[in-house]
């Protein structure tokens, strides 16, 4: 007589290669908890199986998103707000990464890596400050800029991002749709891979975004896609002249 050993068939997932059952979600919220949501270890968690990944979108990056951002997180989701529900992962990326661009793509030939920040200060005062003024009662938190410093003819170069608060009735997108702006033909948001409008090219930011930026005039450009993230660039002043243009 042959003995057979009993199988286990996972029930997470048809790709999953667990035998016997994965630990509870409880025991992993505890576990993140403990090393203080830590993104990098998320992300790698994620790559384990479908399931895994499953959790990090729908618990991790949500509780790692209130943990960095908590006043933020709350605003967002303040006055019957959902834009962040189901799209937790793609926050949290924006809190802590960079896009930087890659040449060809949505900021002509410039190339620059993307990287990790390890952390970045967001505000709705520079958000306000880069919108036109007809759509300044939009809520919008952006960041300050990620320097990238001696980038030949380029100069010295600021990436920012952000995110609009209900974004599908902001005054901005539906200017967008009245002037029928086209969608960029190739890429997508680098956050949550959604089609990009260019609101340069829908003549959309105003001469206050240079200044609170802290950039050269006719530099500032910036995307914002259907899910409200933004990415931009803009061509940082030195200090010195910075100083003086707001002394003015």
């Known amino acids: 007589m042959v003995l057979v050993v009993k199988q286990y068939r996972c029930t997470h997932s048809a790709s999953c290669l667990c035998l016997k059952g994965h630990i509870s979600e409880d025991a992993l919220f505890l576990v993140f908890r403990h090393m203080n949501w830590n993104p990098r ?3 790698l968690f994620s790559c384990v199986s479908k399931w895994f990944d499953e959790i990090a979108k729908r618990v991790l990056w949500k509780e790692f998103c209130h943990a960095r951002a908590p006043k933020m997180m709350q605003d967002l989701h303040s006055s019957g707000s959902h834009i962040v529900d189901g799209n937790w992962k793609a926050l949290g990326k924006l809190l802590i990464h960079c896009s930087g661009c890659t040449k060809g793509g949505l900021f002509g030939n410039i190339h620059v890596p993307g990287h990790f920040v390890f952390r970045t200060r967001f505000s709705k005062t520079h958000g306000r400050s880069i919108l036109p003024p007809q759509c ?3 809520v919008l938190y952006v960041s300050d800029p990620c320097e990238h410093l001696d980038q030949g003819e380029e100069g010295d170069l600021g990436f920012f991002r952000g995110i609009f608060k209900s974004f599908a009735a902001s005054k901005v997108k539906k200017i967008l749709i009245e002037k029928q702006a086209k969608f960029h033909p190739k890429e997508v948001c680098p956050y949550c891979k959604a089609k990009l ?3 340069l090219h829908a003549n959309m930011i105003p001469r206050s975004a240079s200044i609170r930026l802290d950039a050269y005039d006719d530099s500032v450009e ?9 990415l931009g660039l803009c061509t940082l002043m030195p200090v010195s002249d910075s100083e003086d243009t707001k002394e003015e």
Not at 222 to 230: A, M
């Open 41 to 43: 270890m998320i992300a």
């Open 136 to 138: 300044r009662t939009d």
């Open 197 to 199: 409008w260019n609101l």
């Open 222 to 230: 910036y995307y914002t896609c259907l899910n409200g993230h933004i």
